[in-house]
């Protein structure tokens, strides 16, 4: 079985944050693990964020949720297939 990576990179996460959320709730199922990275200092963090998401439901579900993602503005995903 084929294994899905997607990475989102997220360029205003202040204005793009709860899009981004709405969209990756509806495909809640099929995402195994997710983990987010951005920078921070003392005074603030940055508005430059990065998902990595493991996906489960194939390559339908991969194209569906990159075209959501990819229709944002400032926030740019996409995927890697191992097998």
Same mark, same amino acid.
């Given at each position: 079985?084929?294994? $899905? %990576?997607?990475? &989102? ?8 944050? =709860?899009?981004?959320? #709405? &969209?990756?709730?509806? $495909?809640?199922? #099929?995402?195994?693990?997710? %983990?987010?990275? #951005? #920078?921070?200092?003392? *005074? =603030?963090?940055? @508005? !430059?964020?990065?998902? &990595?998401?493991?996906? *489960? ?5 991969? !194209? +569906?949720?990159?075209? +959501?993602?990819? =229709?944002? +503005?400032?926030?740019?995903?996409? $995927? &890697?297939?191992? @097998?």
């Amino acid at each position: 079985m084929p294994l $899905y %990576v997607l990475a &989102i990179n997220v360029a205003n996460r202040s204005a793009s944050a =709860s899009a981004v959320q #709405h &969209i990756l709730t509806q $495909y809640g199922c #099929h995402i195994r693990t997710r %983990v987010g990275f #951005h #920078h921070t200092s003392q *005074d =603030s963090c940055t @508005e !430059d964020g990065l998902i &990595i998401l493991q996906m *489960d439901g194939g390559v339908a579900v991969c !194209d +569906e949720l990159l075209a +959501e993602l990819n =229709s944002l +503005e400032k926030v740019q995903a996409k $995927y &890697i297939r191992f @097998e």
